[in-house]
């Protein structure tokens, strides 16, 4: 919405407010009169009775707080209702029973920000108060991406570190900084084990979910030790590393730490060369590629025969399979990664949020808990790609599948992490107004008189220069799904960005995600809260009596009803 827009908005209000008699005096009164905290938020709750018809809608709640937003006495009841949820905030310092770590794969702190506005912008509002599930994350902390070799770090070595508790050395996974990347000898006594693999040798059930192919850097460094990310099946490897003992990411994806739910793609890498894909049965590029002639999805069966295993490829399955009943589920859904978001097909196809809810109800029935992964491991395709549409809708997706495993898990007994292996080259600026639509133009033109969108790149293959000069964006549909954002310097793929990114936490200990940290800490911090090995000397577990950790008092339910007004 533009600023006149907005401004005749709030003027149109202030002459009607006799739509709602009592709204508009209300907040005057709670600025005059300075009400304390406590009086004021019921004042509000009061509000939303009185505002919203039949106890209304958060959408109809949002529309009136975005009309008197010019008003300061809504920024001083915003920031109260913050202040106070801030001060009643207490630690729970209790060991968690369950951990799960999502992991937004090129998920900068630009990146968060305008996926919120374009969360915001789907439904309907200008986006920039949007609140995203992780947004509403208690802790926070920094973390120091760089690894042992490279100051700009690949998703290889960063997956080593937050799984593993080592910083490593760039292209290998599971490995120490004394192995070499491609050198398999250097493989053999450098192994570093991941929180998963601590996990499941305590008894808790673990899973992996990603919306890549299941032996991509960011899920292999949770179960495998390669000095290469991309030994996906030995066809992929030289055959002087098959000679010298090493194995492939697949094969140790079945033989390495055994793992009840493994989600997403890579089905190619997982069947004997030749082989018709289900899906693609014509198609020669998605056909099997094992040299062994291993099917490895029915390795991985036979060695569950009486735990009520399933293997699924498509969604049809993967939506009739009784978590009640099954206990260990593999569903590959593309040979290789899986869709795009924005391109997946709804009939084929689950999205995060559906493995990630499908995960969590076969994991959590484990009484000893479980650990989870969940990467959006796409973010960073779109990215690479320069696309940004590509890679706001993979986070976005990312974010509701944050959403929906904490409708199905209780924060005094699951510890939630959220994080990104490193960022990208991406940004959005340019002056823009309130609400401009987070794909659209900055308002004024460049200095070589052509316009520009407010999202660009630094780098990648968005940089096209005609005659010397920059392409006019307006020639070109910049809201389409594959819309190269312009980048200032030509290259075939996009790169990482070397700045710190976030880290949220919630549940037991999520206080130890505080301040600047190394982004190996992650894997100690969330060890040390479920008392994982090497961590003996671990948080107490929950006392079981006393009052329900979810008992809503007065002042929170005025806290929500506030958030309500503010955003969803």
Not at 102 to 123: C, H, K, N, P, W
Not at 260 to 274: A, E, N, Q, T
Not at 334 to 354: G, L
């Amino acid at each position: 919405m533009q600023a006149p827009q907005r401004q005749a908005l709030r003027t149109h209000h202030h002459h009607h407010h006799h739509h709602h008699p009592l709204a508009l005096p209300l907040l005057l009164h709670i600025q005059h009169h300075l009400l304390p905290p406590l009086l004021l938020l019921l004042h509000l709750l009061l509000f939303c009775l009185l505002v919203l018809p039949g106890g209304g809608s958060c959408a109809t709640a949002e529309a009136q707080a975005a009309e008197w937003d010019g008003e300061p006495e809504f920024w001083n009841a915003q920031a109260r209702g913050s202040l106070e949820a801030a001060i009643r905030l207490r630690p729970r310092a209790h060991r968690a029973k369950n951990l799960i770590l999502f992991l937004g794969d090129g998920m900068g702190v630009s990146t968060v920000s305008a996926a919120r506005i374009l969360r915001g912008q789907m439904e309907g509002r200008s986006g920039e108060e949007t609140v995203l599930a992780m947004d509403s994350f208690p802790y926070l902390a920094l973390s120091k991406t760089y690894s042992v070799d490279k100051q700009v770090a690949d998703s290889a070595s960063t997956a080593t570190a937050y799984h593993c508790g080592v910083k490593a050395n760039g292209k290998t996974v599971g490995l120490n900084a004394n192995a070499v990347a491609y050198e398999c000898n250097t493989t053999f006594g450098n192994e570093v084990y991941s929180v998963l693999h601590r996990a499941k040798a305590q008894g808790k059930s673990v899973g992996i979910v990603t919306t890549t192919r299941v032996q991509h850097a960011s899920p292999a460094a949770a179960y495998a030790h390669s000095v290469s990310r991309s030994w996906y099946s030995d066809a992929d490897m030289p055959s002087s590393a098959r000679r010298q003992g090493c194995i492939d990411i697949a094969t140790q994806l079945v033989t390495n730490t055994d793992i009840d739910v493994i989600l997403g793609g890579g089905r190619m890498y997982m069947s004997p060369k030749g082989t018709p894909d289900p899906e693609y049965p014509t198609s020669n590029s998605r056909k099997g590629d094992r040299k062994d002639k291993k099917n490895l999805i029915n390795v991985w069966l036979n060695a569950r025969k009486g735990k009520n295993a399933q293997y699924v490829w498509h969604k049809e399955q993967f939506d009739e399979v009784d978590v009640k009943t099954t206990d260990c589920l593999m569903g590959l859904f593309e040979a290789k990664d899986m869709r795009f978001e924005v391109f997946r097909n709804r009939t084929r196809d689950p999205s995060i949020v559906d493995m990630t809810e499908k995960a969590i109800q076969i994991l959590s029935k484990n009484p000893k808990g479980f650990f989870l992964f969940v990467e959006g491991g796409r973010i960073d395709h779109g990215h690479h790609d320069g696309v940004a549409k590509l890679a706001l809708t993979e986070t976005v997706m990312f974010d509701r599948a944050v959403h929906r495993a904490s409708q199905l898990t209780d924060e005094s007994e699951t510890l939630t992490v959220v994080t990104a292996d490193h960022s990208h080259v991406f940004t959005f600026g340019g002056n823009t107004p309130r609400g401009n639509p987070i794909f659209g133009l900055a308002p004024r033109r460049a200095e070589d008189r052509l316009p520009y969108t407010s999202i660009l790149y630094a780098n990648g293959p968005g940089y096209l220069h005609v005659n010397g000069t920059r392409g006019n964006v307006t020639a070109v549909d910049y809201f389409d799904e594959e819309y190269m954002q312009q980048s200032a310097v030509p290259l075939d793929a996009e790169t990482h960005g070397g700045e710190d990114v976030a880290i949220y936490a919630k549940g037991p200990m999520a206080h130890l995600f505080h301040g600047v940290q190394e982004q190996h800490y992650i894997a100690h911090a969330m060890a040390y809260a479920a008392c994982l090995d090497p961590y003996t000397d671990c948080p107490p577990p929950p006392e079981s009596s006393g009052a329900p950790s979810h008992a809503i008092s007065g002042m929170s339910l005025c806290l929500t009803v506030l958030l309500c007004v503010l955003s969803r």
